[in-house]
Protein backbone atom coordinates (compact mmCIF):
# COMPACT_ATOMS: atom_id res chain seq x y z
CA UNK A 1 0.00 0.00 0.00
CA UNK A 2 1.33 3.43 -1.04
CA UNK A 3 1.49 5.79 1.96
CA UNK A 4 -0.41 9.44 1.07
CA UNK A 5 2.64 11.55 1.71
CA UNK A 6 1.96 13.63 -1.12
CA UNK A 7 1.16 17.25 0.77
CA UNK A 8 -1.18 18.34 -1.75
CA UNK A 9 -3.75 14.69 -0.53
CA UNK A 10 -2.65 15.72 3.23
CA UNK A 11 -3.85 19.07 2.11
CA UNK A 12 -7.22 17.90 1.09
CA UNK A 13 -7.57 15.83 4.54
CA UNK A 14 -6.71 19.12 6.85
CA UNK A 15 -9.48 20.79 4.58
CA UNK A 16 -11.90 18.14 5.76
CA UNK A 17 -10.80 17.94 9.47
CA UNK A 18 -11.17 21.89 9.39
CA UNK A 19 -14.87 21.65 8.90
CA UNK A 20 -15.38 19.17 11.38
CA UNK A 21 -16.00 21.30 14.12
CA UNK A 22 -18.22 23.61 11.85
CA UNK A 23 -20.13 20.08 10.44
CA UNK A 24 -20.86 19.33 14.27
CA UNK A 25 -21.98 22.93 14.95
CA UNK A 26 -24.67 22.85 12.50
CA UNK A 27 -26.06 19.38 12.16
CA UNK A 28 -29.30 19.19 12.18
CA UNK A 29 -29.64 23.44 11.90
CA UNK A 30 -31.33 25.33 8.96
CA UNK A 31 -29.61 27.37 6.87
CA UNK A 32 -31.39 30.32 4.63
CA UNK A 33 -30.20 31.01 1.32
CA UNK A 34 -31.41 33.45 -1.08
CA UNK A 35 -30.18 33.16 -4.90
CA UNK A 36 -30.44 35.75 -6.96
CA UNK A 37 -31.53 36.70 -9.95
CA UNK A 38 -27.99 37.94 -11.41
CA UNK A 39 -26.40 34.67 -10.16
CA UNK A 40 -28.40 32.38 -11.88
CA UNK A 41 -26.49 33.69 -15.86
CA UNK A 42 -23.51 31.51 -14.88
CA UNK A 43 -23.66 28.12 -15.71
CA UNK A 44 -20.53 27.37 -13.80
CA UNK A 45 -21.18 28.93 -10.91
CA UNK A 46 -25.50 27.44 -10.71
CA UNK A 47 -23.06 24.36 -10.45
CA UNK A 48 -20.81 25.37 -7.81
CA UNK A 49 -24.28 26.58 -6.10
CA UNK A 50 -26.33 23.07 -6.33
CA UNK A 51 -23.20 21.74 -5.44
CA UNK A 52 -22.93 23.54 -2.42
CA UNK A 53 -26.35 22.71 -1.45
CA UNK A 54 -26.48 19.51 -1.51
CA UNK A 55 -23.38 19.06 0.09
CA UNK A 56 -24.84 20.95 2.78
CA UNK A 57 -27.53 18.37 3.13
CA UNK A 58 -24.92 15.78 3.01
CA UNK A 59 -24.08 16.88 6.63
CA UNK A 60 -27.29 16.62 8.22
CA UNK A 61 -27.82 20.37 7.59
CA UNK A 62 -31.46 21.76 6.50
CA UNK A 63 -30.52 23.91 3.29
CA UNK A 64 -33.98 26.32 2.36
CA UNK A 65 -33.40 28.14 -0.83
CA UNK A 66 -35.31 31.16 -1.61
CA UNK A 67 -34.69 32.43 -5.48
CA UNK A 68 -34.96 35.51 -7.34
CA UNK A 69 -35.24 36.55 -11.08
CA UNK A 70 -35.71 40.16 -11.48
CA UNK A 71 -33.46 40.00 -14.74
CA UNK A 72 -35.35 37.12 -16.05
CA UNK A 73 -38.96 38.96 -15.13
CA UNK A 74 -37.65 42.07 -16.75
CA UNK A 75 -36.58 40.24 -19.78
CA UNK A 76 -40.05 38.45 -20.15
CA UNK A 77 -41.95 41.62 -19.72
CA UNK A 78 -39.48 43.62 -22.51
CA UNK A 79 -40.65 40.85 -25.31
CA UNK A 80 -44.15 41.96 -24.49
CA UNK A 81 -43.48 45.69 -24.59
CA UNK A 82 -43.66 45.97 -21.04
CA UNK A 83 -41.16 48.37 -18.77
CA UNK A 84 -40.97 48.36 -15.72
CA UNK A 85 -41.05 51.12 -12.73
CA UNK A 86 -39.08 50.27 -9.56
CA UNK A 87 -39.76 52.30 -6.03
CA UNK A 88 -37.21 51.44 -3.61
CA UNK A 89 -36.07 48.68 -5.10
CA UNK A 90 -39.42 47.24 -5.65
CA UNK A 91 -41.28 46.24 -8.81
CA UNK A 92 -43.98 48.31 -9.08
CA UNK A 93 -46.59 45.48 -10.82
CA UNK A 94 -50.09 45.46 -12.04
CA UNK A 95 -52.36 42.58 -12.51
CA UNK A 96 -50.28 41.54 -16.19
CA UNK A 97 -46.92 41.68 -14.13
CA UNK A 98 -47.89 40.02 -11.11
CA UNK A 99 -48.76 37.11 -13.79
CA UNK A 100 -45.63 37.49 -15.37
CA UNK A 101 -43.71 37.47 -12.47
CA UNK A 102 -45.95 34.02 -11.40
CA UNK A 103 -44.75 32.33 -14.55
CA UNK A 104 -41.22 33.14 -14.68
CA UNK A 105 -40.62 32.64 -10.86
CA UNK A 106 -42.78 29.28 -10.30
CA UNK A 107 -42.21 28.13 -13.60
CA UNK A 108 -38.78 28.24 -16.09
CA UNK A 109 -36.42 29.39 -12.78
CA UNK A 110 -37.67 27.28 -9.80
CA UNK A 111 -38.00 24.06 -12.45
CA UNK A 112 -34.02 25.09 -13.63
CA UNK A 113 -32.79 25.24 -9.96
CA UNK A 114 -34.30 22.05 -9.17
CA UNK A 115 -32.38 20.72 -11.97
CA UNK A 116 -29.31 22.10 -11.29
CA UNK A 117 -29.58 20.34 -7.85
CA UNK A 118 -31.18 17.02 -8.79
CA UNK A 119 -27.37 17.07 -11.12
CA UNK A 120 -25.38 17.88 -8.63
CA UNK A 121 -26.68 14.26 -7.08
CA UNK A 122 -29.52 16.05 -4.24
CA UNK A 123 -33.57 16.10 -4.57
CA UNK A 124 -35.16 19.45 -4.43
CA UNK A 125 -38.88 20.23 -4.12
CA UNK A 126 -39.66 23.52 -6.05
CA UNK A 127 -42.41 25.31 -4.28
CA UNK A 128 -43.80 28.75 -3.90
CA UNK A 129 -45.70 30.41 -1.09
CA UNK A 130 -48.95 29.56 -2.39
CA UNK A 131 -47.76 25.61 -1.98
CA UNK A 132 -49.59 24.45 1.03
CA UNK A 133 -50.81 28.01 2.24
CA UNK A 134 -46.75 28.30 3.23
CA UNK A 135 -47.08 32.18 3.14
CA UNK A 136 -50.07 34.55 3.05
CA UNK A 137 -49.01 38.24 1.62
CA UNK A 138 -50.29 41.22 2.91
CA UNK A 139 -49.99 44.21 -0.04
CA UNK A 140 -46.86 46.75 0.70
CA UNK A 141 -47.75 50.51 -0.04
CA UNK A 142 -44.95 53.31 0.41
CA UNK A 143 -45.15 56.38 1.53
CA UNK A 144 -43.37 59.50 -0.36
CA UNK A 145 -43.08 63.48 0.69
CA UNK A 146 -44.69 65.63 -1.19
CA UNK A 147 -41.65 68.38 -1.90
CA UNK A 148 -43.71 71.50 -1.80
CA UNK A 149 -46.33 70.54 0.44
CA UNK A 150 -44.53 67.94 2.54
CA UNK A 151 -47.50 65.99 3.05
CA UNK A 152 -46.91 62.07 3.10
CA UNK A 153 -48.85 61.07 0.46
CA UNK A 154 -48.96 57.03 -0.12
CA UNK A 155 -47.56 54.98 -3.29
CA UNK A 156 -49.20 52.27 -4.50
CA UNK A 157 -46.75 49.48 -5.66
CA UNK A 158 -50.34 47.55 -6.76
CA UNK A 159 -49.43 43.47 -6.28
CA UNK A 160 -46.64 43.70 -4.55
CA UNK A 161 -46.87 41.62 -1.16
CA UNK A 162 -44.81 40.55 2.16
CA UNK A 163 -44.94 37.99 4.21
CA UNK A 164 -47.89 38.26 6.62
CA UNK A 165 -47.87 34.87 8.12
CA UNK A 166 -45.93 31.95 7.60
CA UNK A 167 -46.69 28.07 8.09
CA UNK A 168 -43.71 26.60 8.55
CA UNK A 169 -44.96 22.56 7.93
CA UNK A 170 -44.41 22.39 4.49
CA UNK A 171 -40.68 23.38 4.87
CA UNK A 172 -40.34 20.83 7.68
CA UNK A 173 -42.06 18.25 6.21
CA UNK A 174 -40.46 18.67 2.89
CA UNK A 175 -36.74 19.23 4.88
CA UNK A 176 -37.33 15.66 6.46
CA UNK A 177 -38.34 13.88 3.76
CA UNK A 178 -34.53 14.45 2.58
CA UNK A 179 -35.57 16.90 0.04
CA UNK A 180 -34.60 20.99 -0.29
CA UNK A 181 -37.23 22.55 -0.61
CA UNK A 182 -36.85 25.69 -3.63
CA UNK A 183 -38.97 28.77 -3.13
CA UNK A 184 -40.44 31.12 -5.34
CA UNK A 185 -41.17 34.06 -3.73
CA UNK A 186 -44.78 34.40 -5.10
CA UNK A 187 -47.83 34.10 -2.27
CA UNK A 188 -51.54 34.86 -2.66
CA UNK A 189 -53.28 37.19 0.01
CA UNK A 190 -55.85 36.42 2.27
CA UNK A 191 -58.38 37.99 -0.41
CA UNK A 192 -56.78 35.02 -2.72
CA UNK A 193 -54.76 37.60 -4.87
CA UNK A 194 -51.52 36.74 -6.23
CA UNK A 195 -48.62 39.01 -4.55
CA UNK A 196 -45.07 39.70 -5.94
CA UNK A 197 -42.75 39.55 -3.15
CA UNK A 198 -38.93 40.74 -2.74
CA UNK A 199 -36.92 37.69 -2.99
CA UNK A 200 -34.64 38.90 -0.07
CA UNK A 201 -37.62 40.24 1.99
CA UNK A 202 -39.39 36.65 1.68
CA UNK A 203 -35.82 34.98 2.40
CA UNK A 204 -35.49 37.00 5.48
CA UNK A 205 -39.25 36.09 6.90
CA UNK A 206 -38.43 32.83 5.98
CA UNK A 207 -35.51 32.76 8.14
CA UNK A 208 -36.93 34.38 10.92
CA UNK A 209 -39.81 31.69 11.18
CA UNK A 210 -37.69 28.64 10.94
CA UNK A 211 -35.56 30.07 13.46
CA UNK A 212 -32.23 29.58 11.35
CA UNK A 213 -28.92 29.12 11.96
CA UNK A 214 -28.44 31.42 9.28
CA UNK A 215 -29.49 33.72 5.84
CA UNK A 216 -27.61 33.67 3.38
CA UNK A 217 -27.64 36.37 1.29
CA UNK A 218 -26.06 35.75 -2.20
CA UNK A 219 -25.32 38.81 -4.52
CA UNK A 220 -23.15 40.61 -6.58
CA UNK A 221 -20.59 42.22 -4.42
CA UNK A 222 -17.84 40.69 -2.00
CA UNK A 223 -19.89 41.62 1.08
CA UNK A 224 -20.87 44.83 2.38
CA UNK A 225 -18.04 47.65 1.56
CA UNK A 226 -16.81 51.01 3.35
CA UNK A 227 -16.23 54.16 1.40
CA UNK A 228 -12.82 53.00 0.85
CA UNK A 229 -14.48 50.00 -0.85
CA UNK A 230 -13.07 47.51 2.10
CA UNK A 231 -15.18 44.87 3.04
CA UNK A 232 -16.64 45.00 6.33
CA UNK A 233 -16.93 41.63 7.96
CA UNK A 234 -19.12 42.21 11.54
CA UNK A 235 -21.71 44.50 11.74
CA UNK A 236 -24.14 44.96 14.40
CA UNK A 237 -27.17 47.10 14.09
CA UNK A 238 -26.07 50.54 15.27
CA UNK A 239 -23.26 50.21 12.81
CA UNK A 240 -25.80 49.76 10.54
CA UNK A 241 -27.87 52.65 11.26
CA UNK A 242 -24.60 54.74 11.16
CA UNK A 243 -23.76 53.34 7.72
CA UNK A 244 -27.13 54.41 6.06
CA UNK A 245 -26.92 57.90 8.00
CA UNK A 246 -23.90 58.81 6.52
CA UNK A 247 -24.42 57.51 2.70
CA UNK A 248 -22.15 54.03 2.44
CA UNK A 249 -25.16 52.22 1.71
CA UNK A 250 -27.54 53.01 -0.91
CA UNK A 251 -29.53 51.32 -3.54
CA UNK A 252 -30.12 47.69 -3.15
CA UNK A 253 -28.36 47.43 -0.33
CA UNK A 254 -30.57 49.03 2.08
CA UNK A 255 -33.64 46.66 1.19
CA UNK A 256 -31.23 44.19 1.67
CA UNK A 257 -29.45 45.19 5.01
CA UNK A 258 -33.08 45.87 6.63
CA UNK A 259 -34.35 42.53 5.86
CA UNK A 260 -31.18 40.98 7.54
CA UNK A 261 -31.69 43.12 10.04
CA UNK A 262 -35.49 42.23 10.40
CA UNK A 263 -34.36 38.36 10.06
CA UNK A 264 -31.93 38.50 13.32
CA UNK A 265 -34.12 40.59 15.38
CA UNK A 266 -36.60 37.87 14.68
CA UNK A 267 -35.19 34.60 15.22
CA UNK A 268 -32.19 33.87 12.42
CA UNK A 269 -29.14 33.87 14.52
CA UNK A 270 -27.14 35.79 11.94
CA UNK A 271 -27.37 36.71 8.24
CA UNK A 272 -24.60 36.77 5.93
CA UNK A 273 -24.26 39.16 2.87
CA UNK A 274 -21.98 37.26 -0.06
CA UNK A 275 -20.47 37.39 -3.04
CA UNK A 276 -22.21 34.97 -5.40
CA UNK A 277 -19.52 35.69 -8.36
CA UNK A 278 -17.19 33.52 -6.13
CA UNK A 279 -17.40 29.96 -6.52
CA UNK A 280 -18.43 28.15 -3.03
CA UNK A 281 -18.43 30.91 -1.13
CA UNK A 282 -21.01 29.71 0.62
CA UNK A 283 -18.47 26.56 1.88
CA UNK A 284 -15.91 29.42 2.54
CA UNK A 285 -18.46 31.13 4.93
CA UNK A 286 -19.73 27.89 6.51
CA UNK A 287 -16.49 25.69 6.97
CA UNK A 288 -13.75 27.61 7.92
CA UNK A 289 -12.78 30.32 10.23
CA UNK A 290 -11.56 32.86 7.98
CA UNK A 291 -15.34 32.87 6.64
CA UNK A 292 -16.79 35.31 3.55
CA UNK A 293 -18.62 38.23 3.14
CA UNK A 294 -20.21 40.28 6.13
CA UNK A 295 -22.02 39.22 8.97
CA UNK A 296 -24.67 40.55 10.88
CA UNK A 297 -25.75 39.45 13.94
CA UNK A 298 -28.21 41.11 16.61
CA UNK A 299 -26.98 43.41 19.19
N1 LIG B 1 -21.81 49.87 0.94
C1 LIG B 1 -22.12 49.03 -0.06
N2 LIG B 1 -21.47 47.84 -0.17
C2 LIG B 1 -21.76 46.98 -1.16
N3 LIG B 1 -22.72 47.19 -2.10
C3 LIG B 1 -23.43 48.33 -2.04
C4 LIG B 1 -23.15 49.29 -1.00
N4 LIG B 1 -24.01 50.33 -1.18
C5 LIG B 1 -24.74 50.05 -2.26
N5 LIG B 1 -24.42 48.85 -2.80
C6 LIG B 1 -25.04 48.26 -3.98
O1 LIG B 1 -25.91 47.20 -3.60
C7 LIG B 1 -25.92 46.24 -4.67
C8 LIG B 1 -26.51 44.91 -4.18
O2 LIG B 1 -27.93 45.05 -4.07
P1 LIG B 1 -28.89 44.50 -5.26
O3 LIG B 1 -28.45 45.10 -6.56
O4 LIG B 1 -30.30 44.71 -4.84
O5 LIG B 1 -28.50 42.96 -5.22
P2 LIG B 1 -29.27 41.64 -5.76
O6 LIG B 1 -29.72 41.92 -7.15
O7 LIG B 1 -28.19 40.60 -5.65
O8 LIG B 1 -30.41 41.38 -4.80
C9 LIG B 1 -24.46 46.20 -5.09
O9 LIG B 1 -24.29 45.71 -6.39
C10 LIG B 1 -24.04 47.67 -4.95
O10 LIG B 1 -24.22 48.34 -6.19
C1 LIG C 1 -41.72 43.12 -5.65
C2 LIG C 1 -40.50 42.75 -6.41
O1 LIG C 1 -39.69 43.62 -6.73
N1 LIG C 1 -40.34 41.45 -6.72
C3 LIG C 1 -39.20 40.96 -7.44
C4 LIG C 1 -39.18 39.44 -7.31
C5 LIG C 1 -37.93 38.81 -7.86
C6 LIG C 1 -36.66 39.21 -7.13
O2 LIG C 1 -36.65 39.77 -6.04
O3 LIG C 1 -35.51 38.81 -7.80
P1 LIG C 1 -34.00 39.20 -7.55
O4 LIG C 1 -33.61 38.73 -6.19
O5 LIG C 1 -33.29 38.49 -8.65
O6 LIG C 1 -33.88 40.71 -7.67
C7 LIG C 1 -39.31 41.38 -8.94
O7 LIG C 1 -40.40 41.49 -9.47
O8 LIG C 1 -38.23 41.55 -9.54
Not at 198 to 221: H, P, Y
Request: net charge negative.
Amino acid sequence: MTQPHDPALLARAATLVDALPYMQRYAGRTFVVKYGGHAMGDPDLARDFAEDVVLLKAVGINPVVVHGGGPQIGAMLKTMGVESQFIDGLRVTDAQTAQVAEMVLCGAINKEIVGWIAQAGGKAMGLSGKDGGMVTARKVNRTSKDPDSLIEKVVDLGFVGEPDRIDISVIETVSAAGMIPVIAPIAAGADGQTYNINADTMAGAIAAALGAARLFLLTDVAGVLDKQGELLTDLRPADLARLRADGTISGGMIPKLETCLMAVEAGCEASVVLDGRVSHAMLLEIFTQEGAGTLIQAA
